[in-house]
C-alpha cells in the first residue's frame, strides 16, 4: 500500500469541523478550580489590604494624555458621587446577574452540578482578573482623576491606583465568562447572555468615567483584561479533541469530530 496517499488523506481529513460543545466538554474540577478561585481573591485581598506600603513615596503616573483629559472634561458628571454609588452597586449586580442566568436555567433542567460547575467557573474568571487588577495597580501607581484635578482626596489611600478599572475588570470577567459558558453550552440564551452581559459591563465602565473615578484608558484596559479572562477561562476547561474518532475514509482514516 503507498503510504503518501494514506498520509495525505489523515491529514486532509483532519481538517476539524465546527466542533459541538456539550455540557460534558467543560471538566471542572470543584477541588482545584475552587483552590484557584480562593487564592486568587485572598491574595488581592492582601495586596489591596497593603497597597499604600507597596506605592512609592511619589506617582510614578501622574498626567493624563489628550484622550483621558478629554473624557475627563467630556464624561465626568456634576455631582459624580451618584455614579459612583450607581457603579457600585451595578459592580455587585453584573457578576450576580451572569452567574444567575446560567445558574437559573441550569437548575431548572434539573442540573445542580451544572449549575455549580459554571457558578465556579465564573467566580474563578473574577478571582484572576481580580487578582491581575491589583497587581498592575500597584505595579503602575496611577493617580485617579478627581486626585489629580483636586475634586477628591489626594491622600486617601486609593488615590493612586487607578489602572486599570477594577470595576470594569470584574464586571466584564463575570460577563464574558458567563457569555462563553453559554456558548460552549449551546444554551438557548446564550446571545442573550453575551449581549445583556456586554451592554451591562459597558455601562459599569462608563459610570466609573461618570464618577470621575478612572481614566478613559482605565476603563479600556479593564475591559480587555476581564474579557481575555472571562474568555480563556471557560476555554482552558473545554476539551473537544475528547471528542476526535478515528473513521474509514478513501484512501485511508479520518479524524472526526
Known amino acids: ?40 481573591l485572598a491574595a488581592a485581598l492582601g495586596l489591596r489590604r497593603f497597597e499604600r506600603d ?33 457603579s457600585d452597586l451595578l459592580g455587585v449586580g453584573v457578576p450576580l446577574g451572569a452567574a444567575a442566568a446560567l445558574a437559573v436555567p441550569d437548575l431548572a433542567g434539573g442540573a445542580p452540578r451544572r449549575a455549580a460547575e459554571d457558578v465556579l467557573l465564573v467566580a474563578e474568571a473574577i478571582g484572576i482578573a481580580t487578582l491581575g487588577t491589583e497587581l498592575v495597580k500597584v505595579g503602575t501607581d496611577r493617580i485617579r482623576p478627581d486626585a489629580w484635578d483636586g475634586s477628591g482626596p489626594a491622600h486617601a489611600l ?23 459558558i453559554a456558548t460552549l453550552r449551546e444554551a438557548p440564551g446564550a446571545p442573550w447572555i453575551v449581549g445583556g452581559g456586554a451592554a451591562a459591563a459597558s455601562v459599569v465602565g462608563y459610570l466609573r468615567l461618570a464618577a470621575d473615578r478612572h481614566w478613559a484608558t482605565d476603563v479600556l484596559a479593564g475591559a480587555g483584561w476581564g474579557t481575555a479572562v472571562g474568555i480563556l477561562v471557560p476555554l482552558l476547561h473545554w476539551h473537544p479533541i475528547a471528542h476526535v474518532r478515528l473513521v474509514p475514509a478513501p484512501g485511508g482514516i479520518a479524524g472526526v469530530f
Not at 498520509?7 to 469541523?17: E, Y
Not at 467543560?26 to 475552587?34: K, Y
Not at 512609592?56 to 459612583?84: I, N
Not at 486609593?158 to 462563553?180: E, I, K, L, P, Q
Open 158 to 180: 486609593d488615590s493612586r491606583v487607578s489602572f486599570w478599572s477594577g470595576h470594569t475588570a470584574t464586571a466584564f470577567a463575570a460577563a464574558s465568562a458567563a457569555g462563553t
Open 54 to 86: 507597596l506605592l512609592p513615596a511619589s506617582c510614578r503616573w501622574c498626567s493624563p494624555g489628550r484622550l483621558d483629559a478629554w473624557a475627563h472634561e467630556t464624561l465626568a458628571w456634576k455631582h459624580p458621587s451618584r455614579a459612583a454609588t450607581a
Open 1 to 40: 500500500m503507498n503510504a503518501h496517499p494514506l498520509l495525505l488523506s489523515l491529514a486532509l481529513a483532519v481538517t476539524p469541523a465546527p466542533a459541538r460543545a456539550a455540557p460534558a466538554d467543560l471538566q471542572v474540577s470543584p477541588a482545584a478550580d475552587g483552590a484557584i478561585t480562593a487564592g486568587a
